[in-house]
């Protein structure tokens, strides 16, 4: 393969590296400031919804009409 060919085929490389780099959305800090991706306003939101502060609040309920059930077999005769 001749000199100008290596050539040719590496700037042709470079210049592919450098397009896909360019067309990929990542996010830029300019000036200080981080900016989206130009893709932001296509992506999907991953938003969950608050739940409740307790994980285990049905797990709760459970053992205290439980612990009910147990206090009122026992008073009565």
Known sequence: MSGSKKLLGSLFLGLTLLA???TT????S?????LPSPEYLTDDVQ???????????NEAAAQKAHKQQMAA???QP
């Open 20 to 22: 896909c780099l360019g």
């Open 25 to 28: 959305g990542c996010q830029v």
């Open 30 to 34: 300019t000036g200080g400031q981080t």
């Open 47 to 57: 938003y969950y919804a608050p739940g409740a502060e307790f994980k285990l609040a």
């Open 73 to 75: 077999a026992q008073v």
